[in-house]
């Protein structure tokens, strides 16, 4: 599906600019594909085959707030969140 394309397809678990201002990963090795955060922002995360979460070429459609709030509903903290200074958004 196309809507379900990665940002970056040689880094579909980022590091990928969101926003023009903020850094987003995954941990492919933390995540355990709950798909808590393809629920809380289905426009920014999908599972990938191999159930981890890939952070999608829509993800500037949501809302920084909306990632950090899908970011902070993973079960594991497998999303990582910084600012454009470096500073840690999420996981704090
Ligand atoms: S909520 Fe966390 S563990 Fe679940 S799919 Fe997303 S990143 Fe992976």
């Known amino acids: 599906m196309d809507n ?3 940002l ?3 880094k579909p678990y980022g590091p990928v600019k969101v926003k023009g201002a ?3 990963w995954v941990d492919p090795n933390l995540c355990i594909g709950a798909a808590t955060c393809v629920a809380v922002s289905p ?3 999908a599972l990938d ?3 981890k979460a890939v952070v999608l070429r829509s ?3 949501d809302t920084i707030e909306n990632i950090i709030e899908a970011a ?3 079960p594991v903290a497998a999303i990582f969140i910084e600012d ?3 500073n840690r958004i999420f996981p704090k």
């Open 4 to 6: 379900q394309t990665p």
């Open 8 to 10: 970056d397809k040689g």
């Open 22 to 24: 903020y850094k987003v």
């Open 43 to 45: 426009k920014g995360f």
């Open 49 to 51: 085959t191999q159930a």
């Open 59 to 61: 993800v500037d459609e």
């Open 72 to 74: 902070r509903a993973c």
């Open 84 to 86: 454009d200074k470096g």
